[in-house]
């Protein structure tokens, strides 16, 4: 099993930028899993943002997001990040980061078997 919590979400203006950060605790190695970022926008599916096999080796990205946001890992410090650029009004969501077991990280919340709490990200016009 393994815990998630994320941090960094926060109000920003459209084109601004922001990293966010999903630390890892719990008995399972962190390295062991693939991770996923998801959002969630009021009223809305839970939609996916990206994704990382357990060694940061292969990444996957949501079509809204391509060429905008990055996510990569760091496995000595048990987190995974994602750095948005170039934000829009739209990218407006609860952002959670989510650990699957599975070897390649799909775009499904189903496929995900750990979730954190979420974190608040706002992006004024």
């Known amino acids: 099993q393994v815990q998630l919590v994320e941090s960094g979400g926060g109000l920003v203006q459209a084109g601004g930028s922001l990293r966010l950060s999903c630390a890892a605790s719990g008995r399972r190695t962190f390295s062991r899993y693939a991770m996923g970022w998801f959002l969630q926008a009021p009223g809305k599916e839970r939609q996916f943002v990206a994704a990382i096999t357990y060694n940061g080796g292969s990444t996957y990205y949501g079509d809204s997001v391509k060429g905008r946001f990055t996510i990569s890992r760091d496995n000595a410090k048990n987190t995974v990040y994602l750095q948005m650029n170039s934000l829009k009004p739209d990218d407006t969501a609860v952002y959670y980061c989510?650990?699957?077991?599975?070897?390649?990280?799909?775009?499904?919340?189903?496929?995900?078997?750990?979730w954190g709490q979420g974190t608040q990200v706002t992006v004024s016009s």
């Open positions: 989510a650990a699957t077991i599975s070897p390649v990280p799909g775009p499904r919340a189903r496929e995900y078997d750990y």
